[in-house]
């Protein structure tokens, strides 16, 4: 009997337990495709955590948002009530976001670490202090860990709360009960950044070998994994750099001959260029050999870190030492944007750090409702030949939802011009009329989103809702109360296919009826997109695939999937493309949608709320 908490089990929910406990007792990997509604949480914890306590491993639930840990958090409180089973439960996020010096959450995470490290060391740090007396942990800190072990599964932000007002250090806290834990939930990085997973894990006294991972929203990890082994050094970094060093003069001297090449290197460029490693190392070489200038700036950056919340001399030494790293699977190009020259050292492929994590696993589960093709997902993070691939049809009732693909415009970079966008705008106008109550739209880009409202309000009289770039929680929270405030009148949101709304939020019930993708977004043709499809086609020959059509159609259903997150939800989804309706695209669309191509719209529509 596995640990499900609920009093029903669906048919795919016990076929997908089934298949967890055999993957764990045989020890091999599984990446599933699991459509919202199935209720994964339930159906990956119930077998996964009388498994692991029959086997002394320790579940990791990992997470791309904080968000994302509350349901986790729910349904192991109601495991813990149904079976009366002890389940010692580690929530945590990043350390900087436990912490509970007010100074911590404007930091960048490097300028944290260090800041950290010295305060413990001067011990300047109250509920550092407070933890930790004389070389080991104190006696009100065993308390607290001993009341929260009691408590079973509680939320990090109740945890950070709790800590803060008893004076003591939420990070710490959460790393003894971690240490305790059958269950830790934590973010990607906990396992899947090199730095944070050392750090963890000797923390922990745990080894990977015995743990089972659990990756939610797995298709967001690609992503997260390139950005973590990529980096990028900036005109404004430098200039910040020659400024901190106004009293080191020999050190800043070294620096402005490294700015001086920086600009040469991007004089006249109007876009981008690729960039060999030696040409910018030829650069740092006027002033010095690149591990000496490194050993020297992140010295001084020590320094300043003492005083001061971050150093620029510590990120430009962090620059220089991800400059001079590995060829194969990165690519190394300047570009001109808005904030002046920028030069990239990007990685393309994940696997060249999830592929050894994972094969270190006892098993690994990754899990998502947009993860198809499952195989590509599969290559990506470097799965063996030996994970079994699993695809889940969806529970919603079919009527319940109306998925179209309307070919009559495109948003091609050739065809942006004012008719297209009045054609656009006309569509969308007639959608946000037909729909009742609340309808969303998500596009590639702010600029194609701000040009297309222009005209939207002259088809349409519902009020429409901007997301902006870089909102706050506040912010965020606000708007969506203020669309949900208008459901029964009814509003638009105009949003970003990347946005926040455009996959982390959800709008339950009849906070939404409608959503229309418009556009297809397709990353830019740029030197970075390029050498992911060359990448690709030199490794299996899938490069337009893996590098630009199947990125892009995964960010189209992820926004897509705003409208219908429960069987008793009802919406309509329309992508307004052309190009959706060509069978090199179509075949990449969830089959579970069944979508209809039609330039009917209105009337479908009109049939659909009838």
């Given at each position: 009997m596995f640990y499900f908490p609920y009093e029903k089990v669906r048919s795919v929910q016990a076929e997908f337990m089934d298949e967890i406990a055999e993957a764990i007792k045989k020890k091999y990997h599984i990446v599933v495709h699991a459509p919202t509604g199935i209720g994964k949480t339930a159906a990956v914890l119930a077998p996964t955590i009388k498994l692991a306590k029959e086997n002394n491993l320790t579940v990791i639930f990992l997470t791309s948002r904080h968000t994302q840990h509350k349901i986790v958090i729910e349904t192991l409180q109601l495991i813990k009530e149904k079976f009366n089973v002890e389940i010692t439960v580690a929530d945590i996020i990043g350390k900087k976001w436990m912490c509970s010096q007010e100074v911590a959450k404007k930091m960048y995470s490097s300028d944290f670490f260090d800041y950290c490290k010295k305060l413990k060391e001067d011990s300047g740090c109250k509920f550092f202090n407070n933890f930790k007396?004389?070389?080991?942990?104190?006696?009100?800190?065993?308390?607290?860990?001993?009341?929260?072990?009691?408590?079973?599964?509680?939320?990090?932000?109740?945890?950070?709360?709790?800590?803060?007002?008893?004076?003591?250090?939420?990070?710490?806290?959460?790393?003894?009960?971690?240490?305790?834990?059958?269950?830790?939930?934590?973010?990607?990085?906990?396992?899947?950044?090199?730095?944070?997973?050392?750090?963890?894990?000797?923390?922990?006294?745990?080894?990977?070998?015995?743990?089972?991972?659990?990756?939610?929203?797995?298709?967001?990890?690609?992503?997260?994994?390139?950005?973590?082994?990529?980096?990028?050094?900036?005109?404004?970094?430098?200039?910040?750099?020659?400024?901190?060093?106004?009293?080191?003069?020999?050190?800043?001297?070294?620096?402005?001959?490294?700015?001086?090449?920086?600009?040469?290197?991007?004089?006249?460029?109007?876009?981008?260029?690729?960039?060999?490693?030696?040409?910018?190392?030829?650069i740092v070489e006027y002033a010095g050999p690149i591990s000496m200038i490194h050993d020297e700036l992140e010295l001084f950056a020590d320094q300043v870190r003492e005083k001061k919340e971050r150093s620029w001399c510590g990120g430009l030494a962090r620059f220089l030492n991800s400059w001079v790293g590995q060829?194969?699977?990165?690519?190394?190009?300047?570009?001109?944007t808005d904030r002046g020259l920028v030069l990239f050292y990007k990685a393309l492929d994940p696997a060249l750090l999830s592929r050894e994590i994972i094969e270190s696993t006892h098993t690994t589960i990754m899990m998502s409702g947009t993860l198809t093709p499952t195989q590509m997902f599969c290559d990506l993070l470097g799965f063996p030949k030996s994970t079994k691939l699993l695809e889940y049809e969806s529970p919603f009732p079919e009527e319940n939802r109306l998925a179209l693909i309307v070919p009559l415009t495109t948003t091609k970079y050739a065809m942006r011009t004012p008719e297209e966008?009045?054609?656009?705008?006309?569509?969308?106008?007639?959608?946000?009329?037909?729909?009742?109550?609340?309808?969303?739209?998500?596009?590639?880009?702010?600029?194609?989103?701000?040009?297309?409202?222009?005209?939207?309000?002259?088809?349409?009289?519902?009020?429409?809702?901007?997301?902006?770039?870089?909102?706050?929680?506040?912010?965020?929270?606000?708007?969506?109360?203020?669309?949900?405030?208008?459901?029964?009148?009814?509003?638009?949101?105009?949003?970003?296919?990347?946005?926040?709304?455009?996959?982390?939020?959800?709008?339950?019930?009849?906070?939404?009826?409608?959503?229309?993708?418009?556009?297809?977004?397709?990353?830019?043709?740029?030197?970075?997109?390029?050498?992911?499809?060359?990448?690709?086609?030199?490794?299996?020959?899938?490069?337009?695939?893996?590098?630009?059509?199947?990125?892009?159609?995964?960010?189209?259903?992820?926004?897509?999937g705003r409208c219908i997150r429960s069987e008793k939800d009802t919406g309509v989804v329309i992508l307004l493309d052309e190009r959706y309706a060509y069978p090199r695209y179509m075949a990449c669309l969830p089959k579970e949608w069944n979508f209809g191509v039609t330039r009917n719209f209105p009337a479908l529509i009109e049939e659909f709320f009838s």
């Open positions: 007396g004389q070389g080991k942990i104190s006696t009100e800190a065993e308390n607290l860990v001993i009341e929260f072990k009691k408590e079973g599964a509680a939320h990090c932000e109740e945890l950070v709360t709790k800590c803060t007002n008893r004076g003591m250090c939420a990070y710490e806290i959460s790393m003894v009960l971690a240490k305790l834990a059958d269950v830790i939930v934590a973010d990607y990085n906990f396992v899947f950044d090199p730095l944070v997973k050392k750090v963890f894990f000797t923390k922990l006294g745990k080894q990977l070998e015995k743990c089972i991972v659990i990756v939610d929203e797995g298709h967001n990890l690609p992503n997260r994994l390139r950005e973590n082994m990529s980096d990028q050094l900036t005109q404004v970094t430098l200039d910040a750099a020659i400024k901190e060093l106004k009293d080191k003069p020999e050190l800043q001297t070294k620096v402005q001959l490294i700015k001086e090449g920086f600009d040469s290197l991007g004089f006249g460029l109007q876009s981008e260029k690729e960039v060999k490693k030696e040409a910018f190392s030829k060829d194969p699977g990165f690519v190394r190009f300047m570009r001109k966008y009045k054609r656009i705008a006309t569509i969308l106008g007639a959608v946000a009329d037909e729909v009742p109550g609340n309808v969303a739209f998500f596009f590639p880009s702010y600029k194609l989103r701000d040009d297309i409202a222009k005209l939207l309000s002259e088809f349409t009289n519902k009020e429409m809702l901007f997301e902006e770039r870089g909102m706050s929680k506040e912010a965020k929270t606000g708007l969506l109360n203020k669309f949900v405030s208008l459901r029964l009148k009814g509003a638009i949101l105009m949003g970003i296919v990347r946005g926040s709304f455009g996959e982390g939020i959800d709008f339950p019930g009849d906070w939404l009826h409608g959503v229309v993708v418009v556009g297809l977004p397709l990353a830019k043709p740029n030197i970075e997109t390029q050498a992911i499809i060359d990448y690709f086609n030199n490794l299996n020959n899938r490069g337009l695939e893996y590098g630009y059509i199947f990125p892009a159609i995964n960010l189209a259903i992820q926004s897509a």
